[in-house]
T-cell receptor
Framework: DAGITQSPRHKVTETGTPVTLRCHQTENHRYMYWYRQDPGHGLRLIHY???????DKGEVSDGYSVSRSKTEDFLLTLESATSSQTSVYFC????????????????FGPGTRLTVL | KNQVEQSPQSLIILEGKNCTLQ??????????LRWYKQDTGRGPVSLTI?????NTKSNGRYTATLDADTKQSSLHITASQLSDSASYICVVSAHGNNRLAFGKGNQVVVIP
């Protein structure tokens, strides 16, 4: 999994509780991403980071916040979890090899399965 | 509307047989198209990447084709193995944008 770890790998929580998922990389890649994967949908971008303390929203960012205080760590926080946030969450990284970052390959972590009851 | 459509949604094939998966996209301006393989319980792994000027790319028994004029791609699996059982995801990038457009995947099950 390209030097990417996610923790926890599985979590069950209750509605209204805060949850933080961690993504850690050992590749020193500049870009990091958080996606969610749900049945009937393709992977959807939640937030991404293009450097330490530099983040931007994706297409499904409502209810999520992120932080990146170090190159290697990217945290995803659900301030108050809801059942609609039950999903599998994937972290991805990419190295900014070209001016047009669209050609950079994204490498995915193993995923975190989150269940909100 | 999803910018990347894949078909068939799922298929079952006998070990040793070939199969072809289809991807149609509307992403513009087109930069490149990737096929990813996702095993159950794992993250997606890149198989191939093709830019506008490339119309075929191979990775072992996997061969991807691209027709940028009709905005179609296919992934051909030759002599399937049980380990080919997975979801195959078509992913398209637009120029000047690091965001990806994902298809919903083709679920392939190879049976002995």
């Amino acid at each position: 999994d390209a030097g990417i770890t996610q923790s926890p790998r599985h979590k069950v929580t209750e509605t209204g509780t805060p949850v933080t998922l961690r993504c850690h990389q050992t590749e020193n890649h500049r870009y990091m991403y958080w996606y969610r994967q749900d049945p009937g949908h393709g992977l959807r971008l939640i937030h991404y980071s293009y450097g330490v303390k530099d983040t931007d929203k994706g297409e499904v960012s409502d209810g999520y916040s992120v932080s990146r205080s170090k190159t290697e760590d990217f945290l995803l926080t659900l301030e108050s979890a809801t059942s609609s946030q039950t999903s599998v969450y994937f972290c991805a990284i990419s190295e900014a090899l070209s001016r047009d970052s669209s050609t950079d390959t994204q490498y995915f972590g193993p995923g975190t399965r989150l269940t909100v009851l | 509307k999803n910018q990347v459509e894949q078909s068939p949604q799922s298929l079952i094939i006998l070990e040793g047989k070939n199969c072809t998966l289809q991807c149609n996209y509307t992403v513009s301006p087109f930069s490149n198209l990737r096929w990813y393989k996702q095993d159950t319980g794992r993250g997606p792994v890149s198989l191939t990447i093709m830019t506008f000027s490339e119309n075929t790319k191979s990775n072992g028994r996997y061969t991807a084709t691209l027709d940028a004029d009709t905005k179609q791609s296919s992934l051909h699996i030759t002599a399937s193995q049980l380990s080919d059982s997975a979801s195959y995801i078509c992913v398209v990038s637009a120029h000047g944008n690091n965001r990806l457009a994902f298809g919903k995947g083709n679920q392939v099950v190879v049976i002995p």
